[in-house]
């Protein structure tokens, strides 16, 4: 059986760890190391980096057993060429970004894209004399007229973060591509269980490990998956920045994974039953989650994604202001108020869009929730118990 035939369960569980080389162990060693040694000063000068065809690490920035562990998993889900770890789902982004533009390039960014790769635009890209233009987040095939003489990257976030929007990754990649347009997407939300943008066309893929990879919310930790194409210029600006991921990290990026197929699964089934509820809520106006039928990028969705996860929003009723909303977040028993997602405990947080290309028109307060493993109608029951506050509050301030 090959590699690619073999289920995601499996794939899961065996990939990225060999106990033959591992003295036995199940699982791979946490190798702590910055200095590597060498017999001989041929043997050290030759080459260094295990990516060149050494046999060894060269040195603890270029990586250690335990990094090209998750990098060999992530690289087997995605469908990469080549994946590299970084410090963080941030890194991975600005990493990726740096790597495929220069000043005088054109790069379209994704309106509904994550804040921080809002605001690396507005600090780092456009001082440095990249020119930004953001698109609709349910951009798709249309976004052809935005594409300039010196368009040379595209980045996507589908569906965005905090308000879910879909971009249809397979039309853009698909007039990208023949234009030497680089195409970038954040799957976070995804994960490579939910899709895989390489085979959809896209060149990069993103994502914050921070979430479902670590799954613990315990360990910072970005990966970027690259196809043939963009591997090289990515590894070398990973390597000019100094990007390098803790060996701890890895370790529980790695172990998270072996998991995260039951996880995912039980987060988003438990996400779609409570969100069929919210629906029904006079306190609700709107959810926000593509697997729901009435959500405007199921369609996409359907089309490209095998599988969902445990976050969406809702946008409450009009009326309901923040100290309604902060009585609803703060008296919930399970939901904690944080950021990150993708955790195994459940999260609660107010939102606030951002938007350029199209202003958020939507009235009501953001709500976004992370669905963990509790049980299903123990989170259904502390959210009943949100809207009486919420309502009492509203009530009050009347
Ligand atoms: C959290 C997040 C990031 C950033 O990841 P960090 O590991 O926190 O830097 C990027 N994209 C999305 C969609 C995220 O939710």
């Known amino acids: ?80 060429a080549d994946s590299f770890l970084v410090s963080s789902g941030l890194a991975a982004i600005t990493t990726a970004l740096l790597a495929v533009l220069k000043a005088g390039d054109h790069l379209l960014m994704v309106d509904c894209a994550y804040l921080p790769t809002r605001t690396f635009c507005q600090r780092v890209l456009i001082p440095m004399g990249v020119e930004v233009d953001y698109v609709p987040s349910d951009s798709g095939g249309e976004i052809e007229a935005r594409f300039k003489d010196n368009t040379k990257a595209i980045f996507l976030e589908s569906p965005g973060s905090l308000t879910f929007e879909m971009q249809d990754l397979r039309a853009i990649a698909a007039l990208a591509k023949p234009r030497g347009i680089v195409t970038l997407t954040d799957n976070t939300w995804a994960s490579p269980l939910g899709c895989r943008p390489l085979s959809l066309g896209i060149d990069i893929s993103l994502h914050a490990a921070t979430k479902h990879f670590v799954g613990h919310s315990d360990a910072m930790l970005g990966i970027i998956c690259c196809n043939e194409a963009t591997l090289t210029p990515v590894h070398r600006m990973a390597q000019a920045l ?138 259904l029951a502390d959210l009943e118990s949100g809207f009486q506050r919420l309502k009492t509050q509203a009530e009050g301030e009347l």
């Open 1 to 80: 059986m090959t590699e690619r035939s073999k289920g995601l369960g499996t794939r899961l569980t065996h990939g990225g760890r060999d106990p033959s080389r591992q003295y036995g162990a199940v699982n791979p060693p946490v190798v702590r190391a910055s200095t590597v040694v060498f017999e001989t000063v041929e043997a050290f000068e030759r080459t260094r980096d295990h990516r060149q065809g050494s046999d060894r690490f060269g040195y603890g920035r270029f990586g250690t057993i335990t990094t090209a562990s998750l990098e060999s998993l992530a690289s087997d889900l995605e469908g990469a």
């Open 242 to 379: 100094g990007q390098a991921a803790g060996s701890e990290e890895a370790y529980l990026g790695q172990r998270g994974a072996r998991t995260l197929e039951v996880r995912l699964a039980r987060a988003s089934e438990s996400a779609l039953r409570i969100c069929q509820w919210l629906q029904d809520r006079p306190e609700v106006a709107r959810v926000l989650y593509p697997p729901l039928p009435s959500d405007p990028g199921h369609a996409l969705w359907q089309r490209d994604f095998n599988g969902a996860c445990g976050l969406f929003s809702v946008v409450l009723a009009e009326g309901y202001e923040k100290p309604a909303v902060a009585a609803m977040l703060e008296g919930y028993d399970l939901f904690s108020i944080g950021a990150s997602w993708g955790g195994y405990e459940s999260l609660v947080r107010t939102e606030t869009p951002v938007r350029t290309a199209r202003t958020w028109t939507d009235p009501g307060q953001i709500v976004r929730y992370s669905i963990g493993l509790e049980d299903c109608d123990d989170l």
